[in-house]
C-alpha cells in the first residue's frame, strides 16, 4: 500500500510527544505489559494493576520530528510520516461517513506520536504499552518505534496496510468514543464473548470500513491520499490482525498458556474475521458485534 507521493500532509491532526527514557518496570514488566495489554483504552483498566505511571516513570528527552513529513512521497518513506498520513485519511473518511451513515457529526482527535514514553490522561504512555486511544483526552498514542515491534515481536509481516491498521484501529475507538459505545468495554469482564472483546473487534471492523474506502480519501486540496488496495495489502492488514490475538500474543509471544477466560481483545481468526466483515461491507452497520455470539 502506498501514497500518492503528490498528496499534502496535515501534521496539525498530529502532536509530537516529549521522549524519555522508561525507569521501573523491567523486563518482567514489559513481558506482562506485553500479555496484558495491546490496542485499547487505559492500558491498565482493568487489570488490577493501576495505572501506568505506578511502573513508568518519564524522563525529559526530544519530541518527534514531523518536520519532515510534507507529502504522500515522506509517508512511503518514513512510519512516522505514514502515521501522519493514515490519520489524515482515516479523519476524511470518518467525517463524511459519519453524518452519512448515521446522522451522527465526527470530531477529529489527535493523535501523540511519542519516542520512549509520554503523558497522556489516562496515566504514562510508554513503548511497552502499545498504541491506544485514551477516552480522557480524546487522543491516540503510538509510539514512533513501535512498528519494529509489530513483526519483529509480534510476527506481523510489516507491511505498510499492518502499520496503517493500528492506527485505523484506534480511531475506531474513537468513533466508539463519540457513540458511546466505548465505555460498555468497562464493565471489568474478561473472556471471548466479554463486552471488552466485541469493543475490540468492533474497533478492527471500523478499520476495515475504512480500508475499503482509503482509495478516496482526499488531502485538503482535494488529491487522492491512497493508492488502490492489493490483496497483498489486505494481506499485511490481517498478518497484524493475527499477530495481536490474545492467543497468539499469550501462547506465542510470551510463550505461556492459551487462556480465553482473561482474553480481553480477542482471537487471532475473530481479530481477522472482523476486520474482513467491514473490508467487505465497506460500511460501520455491519460492524455490531453486539448483536451476534458468532465472535
Not at 493514515?86 to 501523540?112: E, F
Not at 513501535?146 to 513483526?151: I, K, V, Y
Not at 469493543?199 to 482526499?218: I, R, S, Y
Amino acid at each position: 500500500m502506498s501514497f500518492n507521493e503528490g498528496a499534502g500532509l496535515d501534521v496539525s491532526q498530529v502532536v509530537s510527544g516529549k521522549g524519555g527514557a522508561v525507569v521501573g518496570g523491567g523486563i518482567g514488566g514489559l513481558i506482562l505489559m506485553l500479555v496484558i495489554v495491546f490496542l485499547g483504552g487505559n492500558p491498565l483498566a482493568g487489570s488490577g494493576l493501576g495505572d501506568p505511571s505506578d511502573l513508568f516513570v518519564s524522563g525529559q528527552g526530544d519530541s518527534v520530528d514531523l518536520s519532515e513529513c510534507r507529502t504522500g512521497a515522506d509517508a512511503n518513506r518514513s512510519d512516522v510520516c505514514r502515521i501522519v498520513g493514515t490519520v489524515n485519511s482515516v479523519q476524511d473518511y470518518w467525517r463524511d461517513a459519519l453524518p452519512q451513515d448515521i446522522g451522527v457529526q465526527y470530531r477529529d482527535a489527535q493523535t501523540v506520536i511519542f519516542s520512549g514514553s509520554t503523558q497522556s490522561a489516562c496515566g504514562t504512555a510508554t513503548s511497552a504499552t502499545g498504541p491506544f486511544y485514551c477516552p480522557g483526552d480524546e487522543r491516540a498514542y503510538i509510539d514512533a518505534g513501535f512498528f519494529d515491534e509489530l513483526s519483529g515481536t509480534y510476527g506481523a509481516d510489516g507491511g505498510n496496510l499492518a502499520q496503517m491498521y493500528v492506527v485505523a484501529h484506534e480511531y475506531g475507538h474513537h468513533v466508539q468514543q463519540i457513540l458511546n459505545i466505548l465505555e460498555r468495554a468497562h464493565d471489568g469482564q474478561t473472556g471471548p464473548q466479554s463486552a471488552g472483546v466485541r469493543v475490540e473487534l468492533m474497533a478492527d471492523c471500523f478499520a476495515g470500513v475504512w480500508a475499503h474506502h482509503a482509495a478516496n480519501t482526499q488531502d485538503a486540496q482535494g488529491n487522492t491520499l491512497i493508492m488502490p488496495l492489493t490483496e497483498a495489502d489486505i494481506r499485511s492488514a490481517l498478518s497484524a490482525a493475527s499477530a495481536v490475538g490474545d492467543d497468539h500474543i499469550q501462547g506465542e509471544v510470551a510463550r505461556g498458556q492459551v487462556k480465553p477466560e482473561t482474553w480481553t481483545h480477542g482471537s487471532s481468526e475473530s481479530r481477522q474475521k472482523w476486520f474482513l466483515t467491514g473490508y467487505e461491507a465497506g460500511n460501520l452497520n455491519h460492524c455490531d458485534t453486539f448483536a451476534t455470539n458468532n465472535l
